[in-house]
């Protein structure tokens, strides 16, 4: 019981004061219950415990549990509303409705359409957008990169030999940032840590949004063979 205590004090109080909204007790047996009318456990903590609630596993899945036992009270929080958001996301990919994307080319091609209603981006999503010039022909083109790809000197290398002059690259993220309102959309940045963040992440690649009606990509696919000069790079 000390050692909780204690150890909330650590983690949830700065500079005299709590550092959260509110606090959610779990546990399967009384011990939450008796940490919050213990003497030990730190009156500004107790003072905002918004609920209780039992679990019936311990670790990552009782956490994920308790999460979902106490959304009433937590709907305003981001790591529900990145659920629920990623959901609406899978219902519509689930759903084959074509309201949706995913990958940097068809995201940006949807987006530049303003197609997009809500843009959904993961908040550590390592690509940068850079803006080339050839040297001779003062031709503009933009390319997107990971941190690995930009490593490659070939990916800026013109068909005919000459390199790309770089003059501008600035991460995609913060693009975003700057500039979703222009195309209409709604931007929210999601994390890895949910179950449903994590698929977003590794099986999407961390970047995609729902439409407010269907596109053809297939369109652009045949633009793009018929244009060497593909200004989405990945």
């Known amino acids: 019981m000390r050692k909780v205590a204690e150890m909330s004090t650590k ?16 546990g ?23 609920k209780m609630v039992d679990v019936s596993y311990g670790g990552i899945n009782g956490f994920n549990q308790a999460i979902d036992l106490a959304a009433d009270c937590l709907s305003n929080v981001k790591f529900i509303k990145e659920m629920k ?10 759903r084959d409705t074509g ?3 995913f990958g940097v080319r068809d995201t940006l091609h949807a987006l530049e359409s303003g197609a997009i209603s809500e843009l959904i981006v993961w908040e550590n999503l390592d690509i940068s957008r850079y803006e080339l010039a050839h040297p001779s ?3 503009n083109k933009v390319i997107h990169l990971s941190e690995a790809q930009a490593k ?3 990916n800026f290398v013109a068909p005919d030999g000459a390199e790309y002059e770089i003059k501008n690259q600035i991460a995609l993220l913060e693009w975003f940032a700057n500039n979703f309102k222009e195309f209409g959309a709604k931007l929210s940045f999601v994390t890895n840590r949910s179950q ?15 439409l407010r009606y269907q596109l053809d990509f297939g369109d652009l696919d045949a633009c793009l063979e018929a244009d060497d000069n593909d200004d989405f790079g990945l």
């Open 28 to 50: 399967s047996a009384e011990f939450k219950a008796k940490l919050n009318t213990s003497e030990l456990f730190d009156c500004r903590l107790a003072n905002i415990v918004i």
């Open 137 to 139: 022909t003062g031709e």
């Open 85 to 94: 958001l990623l959901s609406n996301y899978f219902g519509e990919i689930s």
């Open 152 to 154: 490659d000197p070939t």
């Open 99 to 101: 309201k949706f994307c």
């Open 196 to 210: 449903e963040g994590s698929q977003f992440c590794r099986g999407f690649g961390g970047i995609g949004a729902v």
């Open 11 to 26: 983690m949830y109080i700065t500079n005299d004061k709590p550092n959260v909204q509110g606090l959610i007790l779990a």
